[in-house]
Nanobody, 127 residues
Framework: QVQLVESGGGSVQAGGSLTLSCTVS????????MGWFRQAPGKEREGVSC????????HYSDSVEGRFTISRDNANNTVYLQMNNLQPDETATYYC????????????????????WGQGTQVTVSS
Protein backbone atom coordinates (compact mmCIF):
# COMPACT_ATOMS: atom_id res chain seq x y z
CA GLN A 1 0.00 0.00 0.00
CA VAL A 2 1.40 3.35 -1.04
CA GLN A 3 1.70 5.85 1.77
CA LEU A 4 2.84 9.44 1.59
CA VAL A 5 3.48 11.68 4.57
CA GLU A 6 3.90 15.39 4.01
CA SER A 7 5.50 17.71 6.52
CA GLY A 8 7.10 21.11 6.82
CA GLY A 9 4.09 23.35 6.53
CA GLY A 10 3.51 26.26 8.83
CA SER A 11 2.76 29.94 9.07
CA VAL A 12 5.01 32.55 7.54
CA GLN A 13 4.80 36.18 6.61
CA ALA A 14 4.73 37.30 3.01
CA GLY A 15 8.19 36.99 1.53
CA GLY A 16 9.08 34.11 3.81
CA SER A 17 10.26 30.63 2.99
CA LEU A 18 9.33 27.08 3.83
CA THR A 19 10.57 23.67 2.77
CA LEU A 20 8.05 20.86 2.49
CA SER A 21 8.98 17.20 2.66
CA CYS A 22 7.13 14.12 1.52
CA THR A 23 8.27 10.65 2.47
CA VAL A 24 6.94 7.73 0.48
CA SER A 25 6.62 4.06 1.28
CA UNK A 26 5.03 1.05 -0.34
CA UNK A 27 6.57 1.32 -3.79
CA UNK A 28 9.89 1.58 -5.59
CA UNK A 29 10.28 5.30 -5.17
CA UNK A 30 12.81 5.93 -7.91
CA UNK A 31 10.57 4.31 -10.53
CA UNK A 32 8.16 7.24 -10.48
CA UNK A 33 7.89 10.94 -11.02
CA MET A 34 6.59 12.91 -8.05
CA GLY A 35 4.35 15.93 -7.93
CA TRP A 36 3.41 18.69 -5.52
CA PHE A 37 -0.07 20.15 -5.63
CA ARG A 38 -1.99 22.64 -3.54
CA GLN A 39 -5.61 23.43 -2.83
CA ALA A 40 -6.99 26.51 -1.18
CA PRO A 41 -10.48 26.57 0.36
CA GLY A 42 -13.08 26.98 -2.34
CA LYS A 43 -10.57 26.59 -5.13
CA GLU A 44 -9.60 23.77 -7.43
CA ARG A 45 -6.48 21.76 -6.88
CA GLU A 46 -3.48 23.25 -8.64
CA GLY A 47 -0.36 21.54 -9.86
CA VAL A 48 2.69 23.27 -8.42
CA SER A 49 5.68 21.21 -9.48
CA CYS A 50 6.75 17.83 -10.79
CA UNK A 51 10.08 16.01 -10.82
CA UNK A 52 11.14 13.01 -12.88
CA UNK A 53 12.25 9.73 -11.37
CA UNK A 54 15.91 10.72 -11.44
CA UNK A 55 15.41 14.28 -10.30
CA UNK A 56 17.07 15.63 -13.42
CA UNK A 57 13.90 16.99 -15.03
CA UNK A 58 11.67 19.43 -13.20
CA HIS A 59 8.53 21.33 -14.07
CA TYR A 60 6.80 24.26 -12.39
CA SER A 61 3.59 26.16 -12.71
CA ASP A 62 4.04 29.63 -14.10
CA SER A 63 3.06 31.17 -10.78
CA VAL A 64 5.91 29.55 -8.84
CA GLU A 65 8.64 29.37 -11.48
CA GLY A 66 11.80 30.95 -10.15
CA ARG A 67 10.67 30.90 -6.52
CA PHE A 68 10.04 27.21 -5.79
CA THR A 69 12.48 24.33 -6.20
CA ILE A 70 11.53 20.68 -6.28
CA SER A 71 14.09 18.00 -5.51
CA ARG A 72 14.22 14.39 -4.43
CA ASP A 73 16.41 12.08 -2.41
CA ASN A 74 15.91 8.61 -3.83
CA ALA A 75 18.05 7.03 -1.15
CA ASN A 76 15.55 8.21 1.46
CA ASN A 77 12.32 8.03 -0.57
CA THR A 78 11.70 11.73 -0.05
CA VAL A 79 10.71 14.60 -2.27
CA TYR A 80 11.09 18.23 -1.25
CA LEU A 81 9.60 21.55 -2.21
CA GLN A 82 11.63 24.60 -1.29
CA MET A 83 9.34 27.65 -1.41
CA ASN A 84 10.72 31.17 -1.36
CA ASN A 85 9.06 34.55 -1.40
CA LEU A 86 5.71 33.10 -0.42
CA GLN A 87 2.63 35.26 -0.95
CA PRO A 88 -0.71 35.32 0.90
CA ASP A 89 -2.59 33.88 -2.08
CA GLU A 90 -0.43 30.77 -1.77
CA THR A 91 -2.11 29.85 1.47
CA ALA A 92 -3.32 26.31 0.90
CA THR A 93 -2.99 22.70 1.82
CA TYR A 94 -0.04 21.25 -0.05
CA TYR A 95 -0.04 17.63 -1.18
CA CYS A 96 2.46 15.35 -2.79
CA UNK A 97 1.52 12.45 -5.00
CA UNK A 98 3.12 9.69 -7.03
CA UNK A 99 3.09 10.13 -10.77
CA UNK A 100 1.88 7.39 -13.10
CA UNK A 101 5.19 7.15 -14.94
CA UNK A 102 8.84 7.88 -14.45
CA UNK A 103 8.61 11.23 -16.22
CA UNK A 104 6.10 14.03 -15.74
CA UNK A 105 3.50 13.94 -18.48
CA UNK A 106 2.20 17.01 -20.27
CA UNK A 107 -0.89 16.68 -18.07
CA UNK A 108 0.96 16.66 -14.77
CA UNK A 109 -0.61 19.90 -13.62
CA UNK A 110 -4.02 18.25 -13.67
CA UNK A 111 -2.84 15.45 -11.41
CA UNK A 112 -4.14 12.85 -13.83
CA UNK A 113 -3.46 9.35 -12.63
CA UNK A 114 -1.38 10.56 -9.71
CA UNK A 115 -1.89 8.42 -6.64
CA UNK A 116 -1.13 8.03 -3.00
CA TRP A 117 -2.43 11.44 -2.00
CA GLY A 118 -1.47 12.09 1.60
CA GLN A 119 -3.16 14.21 4.25
CA GLY A 120 -1.35 17.30 3.09
CA THR A 121 0.46 19.97 5.02
CA GLN A 122 -0.99 23.41 5.66
CA VAL A 123 0.86 26.50 4.50
CA THR A 124 -0.44 29.84 5.72
CA VAL A 125 1.06 33.07 4.45
CA SER A 126 0.09 36.29 6.16
CA SER A 127 0.46 39.76 4.74
Amino acid sequence: QVQLVESGGGSVQAGGSLTLSCTVSGLTFDDYAMGWFRQAPGKEREGVSCVSFSGRTTHYSDSVEGRFTISRDNANNTVYLQMNNLQPDETATYYCAVGPDNYCSIHWREGRRFRGWGQGTQVTVSS
